[in-house]
């Protein structure tokens, strides 16, 4: 599909891998890719998996982009935002297989996901934005709030604690962890399950059950793109 983005569809499944050179990098390229992907996967009607490469989902946004100037910085972050916004509201069942460290919007990826497969090894996932002098925006804590466990979230989003992946699976980040060699079968296994329910009842549970939370993230993303500190 792009060079960013690959997109491979066999029986009912979309898989989205991202390639971005070592970490993933998240960047104006690849959110449009991203979008782009997705829109595919809709109209295929298809069970969606996102994964990164060996090691790593994504290190986070493009630093050199995020460094470029107070205007790049928010918009990028306001591309990202309604990426995540997308993805909670998608028509499908969406499934990250996270191959090894999920940071910062690699994270945000995992909490934007309908169901997420870690793996096991010496692997980071978390937020670390305060750790590298960022405020966390709005969207950020509105999404870390809704999706983790109440015990981890002040750790995560204030601290900026980051998780070995048992220690994600038990703040919220993710649903299960494999050995990395199992990933691959893991992931596809779950959209398999998926594919047998009903997907006009899921879109409209989806939606119902997130309600609230999509709200939020409407009046959030508004907020930061008006003043993102």
């Known amino acids: 599909m792009s060079e960013l983005i690959s997109y491979q569809l066999e029986d009912g499944i979309a898989t989205l891998t991202l390639a971005n050179g070592k970490v993933n990098a998240i960047s104006p390229d690849v959110i ?15 069970v969606v998996i ?12 493009d630093l050199k982009v995020m460094t470029s100037g107070p205007q790049n910085a928010v918009a990028l972050v306001a591309a990202g935002s309604t ?3 997308r993805m909670l ?5 969406v499934i990250v297989a996270c191959p090894g460290h999920a940071v910062a919007k690699g ?3 995992l909490l934007s996901a309908d169901y997420r497969i870690g793996v096991e090894g010496s692997f980071n996932i978390g937020l670390n934005e305060v750790q590298i002098g960022m405020t966390m925006h709005h969207v950020g804590i ?21 998780f070995d992946p048992q220690g994600a699976l038990d703040a919220g980040f993710l649903d299960k962890v494999v050995p990395a060699e199992q990933l691959q079968d893991a992931a596809r296994a779950a959209a398999l399950q ?5 997907m006009t009842a899921h879109r409209n549970t989806k939606l119902k059950v997130r309600k609230a939370l999509l709200e939020t993230l409407d009046a959030a993303i508004e907020i930061d793109k008006q003043h993102l500190v």
């Open 32 to 46: 449009a890719a991203f979008n782009a992907a997705l829109d595919r996967a809709e109209q295929d009607r298809a």
């Open 89 to 93: 509201a998608h028509p499908y069942p």
């Open 107 to 109: 994270a945000f990826i």
């Open 142 to 162: 509105e999404l870390a709030r809704d999706r983790l466990r109440k015990s981890a979230f002040h750790r995560s989003v204030i601290n900026g604690e980051m």
């Open 83 to 85: 990426l995540a916004r």
């Open 194 to 198: 998926l594919k047998k329910i009903n």
């Open 50 to 61: 996102i994964t990164g490469q060996p090691g790593i989902l994504s290190g986070g946004y």
